[in-house]
């Protein structure tokens, strides 16, 4: 949405119906001012631009741009705003004076409805001049400059602003080309213009104008003999004139001058401003023209000092130039708001109104008028975004400022989730309005660091960070406007580290401790995938003590979750890890894990790549067995180690006549360690009954876990038993033909701690 800002009606011809009617209440108002009247219509429903007709006894004459310039009016059009308005000098074309101070208008106003149909309204008006006129006025409008003398008297020695030399040859001329017509004779520096009968100046856009007691010379900018000059530094456009005619045995000459200041006015950001010449130029050639008294209005209204002073606007002379200066926003002006392009965009406007009073040598005066259209660029108002976080409270704390006074906050989005101000309230999120002198105002916004709606996640080693994705919507007063800030806000807390236990090497076990920390709930403690709670604990076995300082966690041997490396006879290694994973992804940030040496009695292990390791004592059966003559079911598989009562074995499943059962959804992996006395053969093909010596060893795998595409991997570790071989021939199965196991991934081991076993002899 833009402001449109039109200096002139265009007439414009539309297909539609039309009719006549009365001025509804309020849709025009009028208003005499100090040397034009002003018509403003509010447009309400109209679809349209409105246009103006003049009318006089002679006819209609349609307000255009062009005609407006050559006879006296001057319009805008805010489309925005819904507001025109037009300016009629009280000396336009078909203004009819009454006497000489008395001036009546008559327009027509067309407007199309909201409903396609062409209105058209009488507008009438009779203005008493507000101040009598001086014997020389200027007028400087938005688009046209004008002079008007008094014709009682003519004033034939100015000189305006040509050398003396050249006036004197222009008096001269006129004397010798004079005659009972009116001609016109244009001055400026260089050599001097060919009078013009007054068709053909108007032909070239120059209005001359006769009244009872004036006379009047209007022209638009930039006609071929205006010139620019700059007077102390400020741009000025000037026409001279000298309007002559032989009437019987002498010549009347009016000379006219007009000067307008060309200043296109400036905005430093807080203030617009303008120039214009403390002596208008030409008039100020003349060192016995001084000036006066300078006054500034708005609106065409000229305005008390004092008020000058109570809104801020400034008028001040340096040196030989006057400096205005209007604040933003200053009363009297008109600011324009609305949303475009996602921002919140303002111009502020003012007609500013200047007068300037000057006195001759004879002490006649004369009167100047600049009607200053003045408009700021369009000023965007971000809004403003703090982030006022103090970390010790833990609480993020926002500030959204440089909001306009006609905005209001409607809704805030808080990573994703939307709530009205009023529902922020109400879930626990405080929002304060805070009023600011300069007409604009803020909001502060307080969301806890541990609510729900916070992201946060442990981004770096040591470092917390917590997130806030804010999107704000803001709504114009009265208006269907709204837009939208979108900001992020982050606080990061130093020194904060993923959970750790301590471990400690007892006889039963491993011994865990951790201290609690304020963070440590940004983590989830896990054995393995599961949680440690305290029920898992109890379900595996452990011993979990929880409280305000600390959690103690004491795992015996032989619970799950152990790994067991490094089998020798006398000596294994456990270890046993407890994992910190990150609440939201579930990674593992935290590794604790304790590796303990424990001392080897008798133990078996199923590993996930499929090897059996398996640490018996061979003496405490009947009969005894000779540990070092020990073999498996083939019997060149042979001790790993031995001593003087145990044996360790350690052997991939797929190898050492190791045979297979499936049954009730299990794979039973299990093979023999065998003693025998010399005289026995020491090669076997089968399993038979004269055994001296049997000790069956077993893993047992669930068949829905176990893959043997390739090799041997098992998605868990198996159970491992040791017991009385009890095998007939009916049980018998040949061993398992699997391809050599590759190394995986080990898992911790299932495995049973060999309480005791025997072995017996059996008949054939």
């Known amino acids: ?110 407007m199309v409805d909201q409903h396609g149909e062409e209105m058209t309204y009488n507008v009438s008006k009779t203005c008493t001049l507000p101040l009598p006129l001086s014997p020389r006025e200027v007028i400087c409008e938005m688009d046209y400059m004008e002079v008007n003398i008094d014709r009682t008297v003519p004033y034939p020695i100015t000189g305006g602003g040509v050398k003396p030399q050249n006036w004197d040859s222009t008096i001269s001329s006129v004397h010798s080309l004079a005659s009972s017509d009116w001609q016109l004779m244009f001055l400026r520096e260089g050599p001097r213009s060919a ?113 000058t002073a109570d809104r801020g606007y400034t008028l001040s002379t340096a040196g030989d130039k006057v400096d205005i200066s209007i604040p933003f926003g200053a009363e009297g002006g008109r600011r324009h708001r609305f949303v475009a392009h996602n921002a919140y965009l303002e111009i502020y406007t003012i007609y500013l109104y200047y007068e300037g009073v000057f006195m001759d040598s004879v002490h006649t005066e004369s009167r100047y008028w600049h009607t200053k259209f003045l408009m700021t660029p369009l000023l965007p108002h ?70 729900p709606i916070v992201r946060k996640w442990y981004f770096r080693e040591g470092f917390l960070k917590y997130l806030l994705n804010v999107n704000f919507t803001l709504n114009v007063i009265n208006q269907q406007d709204h837009y939208f800030h979108v900001s992020s806000f982050e606080a990061r807390i130093h020194d904060v580290y993923p959970p750790s236990f301590n471990g400690h090497c007892m006889d039963h076990g491993i011994l865990f401790k951790l201290d609690h920390k304020e963070f440590d ?139 297979l059962k499936v049954k009730n959804g299990m794979m039973i992996f299990e093979n023999i360690i065998i003693f025998e006395p010399e005289n026995t053969p020491s090669v076997r093909p089968v399993i038979t009954r004269d055994t001296t010596f049997e000790l069956a060893i077993r893993c047992s795998y669930l068949e829905e876990d176990v893959n043997t595409d390739v090799s041997f991997k098992s998605a868990v570790p198996g159970l491992g038993s040791v017991g009385e071989a009890k095998m007939s021939v009916n049980d018998v199965v040949n061993p398992m033909e699997l391809l050599p196991s590759e190394v995986v991934s080990q898992k911790p081991a299932q495995f049973v701690r060999i309480s005791g076993h025997h072995a017996s002899r059996q008949s054939r």
């Open 1 to 110: 949405m833009y402001l449109c800002l039109s200096i002139t009606f265009l007439h414009l011809f539309v297909n539609v119906k039309a009719r006549t009617g009365e001025v509804p209440t309020g849709i025009i108002e009028t208003d005499c001012r100090e040397r034009y009247l002003a018509v403003q219509v509010r447009l309400n429903n109209a679809r349209s631009e409105p246009r103006f007709e003049a009318i006089d006894t002679t006819g209609l004459y349609p307000i255009t741009k062009e005609y407006g310039t050559v006879c006296g009016y001057s319009s805008e059009f805010y489309g925005e705003m819904g507001i025109a308005e037009l300016r009629a000098s009280y000396f336009s074309c078909h203004t009819r004076e009454q006497g000489s101070k008395e001036f009546a208008f008559n327009f027509n106003l067309i």
């Open 521 to 659: 709930h940004m983590w989830d403690i896990t054995i393995g995938d599961h949680p440690l709670t305290e029920q898992f604990a109890a379900e595996q076995g452990y011993l979990m003590v929880n409280d305000s300082q600390s959690v103690l966690l004491d795992v015996p041997l032989f619970s799950p979750g152990y790994v067991y490396e490094g089998i020798k006879l006398h000596r294994f290694f456990g270890s046993f890890e407890i994992l910190s994973r990150d609440a939201r992804t579930q990674e593992i940030q935290k590794y604790s894990a304790k590796r303990c040496p424990f001392q080897t009695t008798q133990i078996i292990v199923c590993s996930p790549r499929g090897v059996m390791t398996v640490v018996a004592d061979v003496i405490k059966s009947t009969p005894q067995a000779i540990p070092q003559r020990t073999t498996l079911l083939d019997p060149t598989c042979r001790p790993k180690e031995t001593d003087d009562t145990r044996v360790l074995f350690e052997f991939e499943l797929s190898t050492c006549g190791t045979t």
């Open 195 to 307: 009078p013009l009968s007054l068709s053909k100046a108007h032909e070239l856009g120059y209005r001359l104008h006769f009244t009872t007691g004036r006379v009047l010379l209007r022209t638009p900018y930039g006609r071929p003999f205006s010139f620019i000059s700059v007077v102390n530094g400020v741009p000025v456009e000037a026409i001279h004139a000298v309007l002559f005619s032989r009437q019987r045995w002498s010549v009347v000459m009016f000379d006219l001058v007009a000067a307008c200041s060309a200043d296109e006015g400036s905005f430093d950001g807080t203030t617009l401003n303008w120039q214009v010449p403390a002596m208008t130029f030409p008039l100020s050639r003349h060192a016995d023209f001084v000036s006066k008294t300078v006054n500034i209005g708005v609106n065409g209204k000229l305005l008390d000092p004092q008020i």
């Open 382 to 451: 971000f809004p403003l975004t703090l982030n006022q976080t103090i970390l010790e409270e833990r609480i993020f704390t926002v500030y959204l400022g440089n909001i306009p006074s006609d905005v209001v906050l409607a809704t805030v989005s808080i990573n994703d989730h939307e709530f009205s101000v009023a529902m922020a309230t109400q879930s626990g999120y405080t929002i304060v309005e805070v009023p600011h002198a300069n007409r604009t105002h803020g909001y502060v916004m307080k969301v806890p660091f541990e609510d």
